[in-house]
């Protein structure tokens, strides 16, 4: 097949985007032909790298991928209006640079959000007479709205009836939750046109160590929670601060926040008002370096604000989590997430404005560390047996199999 992936964030950019990136390797590997059409990495810190500045078009290989780059206006995640803007930049300058891509294509998949993203695939499957593959990671602009980075407006009431539009004209749409799925279904959208492929997680994580990450920042033998991640607007972190600070007179535990976001400084901030020592934020790491600080940790930590779309989520770093053969403690509603921690072993779970329970449940584990080492042995075999990235790409491989013929 001579696959075209169509989605604004890309590695070397952070996050999500690995699956894509590691999805599309695999099926370079099996004998397609793949070319991702992506926006100049910029993501999240909004600074572009020299060799993509001023450029409107940049052709390169990744690790033996075909990449093209469009303009973008560059945005951090701690600018939400430019990065709007950003998103209409990228609809236009990919749809013009889409004319210097020579190749045919029989299908184009495009990953949303954002949502132009997907307008772009729709557009470039009716200009190439391609079929029309749709993955949904997120619900939009049901989750913006609900997690309250969007206020309902006629903008949102029109994204929603552009995203109603191309569910309908999708020839297969991926789910990457089978929460996403029963969602799509029940607002109009035909079973047989619908997948669940989930992220999974690559070997880089299941097959990990710690790499002297504690010797390095003088962590010790302490009891580590981590949090790694976006420290951004969905998530409700305040709760672990707090919690820190509950825990605060213990000095053989702490707390390491291992990222960037919206909300670092306010958090950031707030450690500081409660003059708090257990608390390390260490910032933007390199992405290869994100299994150790998982396989350093002693607990993982993980929340989502209490709203009806975060029972349909599963955080893609919740699979890396668990590949870590760590315990989890999840802040979320009751969901797809909490259901499987329970398939894989059992669930620590705590109220999302609790950090009263958090703190108790951290006790808990410092107390009895035998009972975290079974839950993340658990958890690393379930993943190992059920969840590997490359068997997730052979089903999406399938599933496209279906979709060309």
């Not at 699956?19 to 910029?42: C, D, Q, W, Y």
């Not at 810190?45 to 093209?68: Q, S």
């Not at 929670?225 to 420290?231: A, D, Q, R, W």
Request: hydrophobic share 40%.
């Amino acid at each position: 097949m001579r696959i075209l992936i169509v989605t604004q964030y890309f590695p070397p950019e952070r996050g999500a985007v690995r699956r894509l990136f590691e999805f599309a390797k695999i099926f370079k590997e099996s004998g397609h032909k793949v070319t991702i059409l992506t926006a100049m990495p910029n993501y999240p810190d909004g600074i572009l790298p020299d060799r993509y500045r001023r450029r409107f078009f940049v052709r390169e290989k990744l690790d033996g991928l075909d990449v093209a780059r469009s303009y973008v206006l560059p945005a951090s995640n701690t600018q939400p209006t430019k990065r709007m803007i950003g998103f209409v930049t990228f609809l236009i300058s990919s749809v013009i640079n889409s004319f210097r891509l020579r190749d045919k294509y029989d299908l184009i998949i495009a990953s949303s959000p954002p949502v132009t993203t997907a307008l772009v695939g729709y557009i470039l499957s009716r200009l190439r007479g391609a079929k029309f593959v749709l993955e949904i990671r997120d619900l939009q602009p049901e989750s913006g709205v609900q997690f309250g980075n969007l206020k309902e407006s006629f903008l949102t009431r029109l994204l929603s009836k552009l995203m109603t539009f191309l569910y309908r004209k999708a020839d297969r749409i991926v789910c990457v939750t089978d929460g996403i799925n029963s969602y799509l279904k029940d607002v109009g959208t035909p079973a047989d046109r619908l997948v669940t492929i989930k992220s999974g997680v690559g070997s880089d994580f299941i097959d990990a160590h710690s790499n002297g990450i504690r010797k390095k920042f003088g962590w010790g033998e302490k009891f580590l929670v981590v949090y790694s991640g976006t420290l951004g607007w969905v998530r409700p972190l305040e709760t672990i601060v707090e919690s820190a600070r509950i825990l605060a007179d213990r000095e053989d535990i702490h707390f390491v926040f291992v990222g960037d976001g919206q909300k670092k400084e306010e958090l950031e901030n707030l450690a500081c008002k409660y003059n708090l020592t257990n608390i390390t934020f260490v910032g933007l790491q390199p992405l290869e370096d994100i299994p150790f600080f998982l396989r350093s940790g002693n607990a993982l930590v993980e929340c989502l604000k209490n709203v009806d779309v975060a029972k349909l989520a599963v955080p893609t770093k919740l699979f890396e989590y668990m590949a870590a053969g760590k315990p989890i403690l999840l802040g979320c509603p009751d969901g797809e997430a909490i259901a499987l921690l329970k398939e894989a072993g059992g669930s620590m779970i705590f109220p999302t404005d609790n950090p009263s329970r958090l703190a108790e449940l951290i006790l808990e584990l410092h107390t009895n560390r035998e009972r975290g080492e079974e839950l993340g042995r658990g958890y690393r075999s379930f993943i190992k047996d059920n969840h590997s990235r490359r068997s997730w790409a052979e089903r999406y491989l399938e599933s496209l199999e279906n979709v060309r013929q």
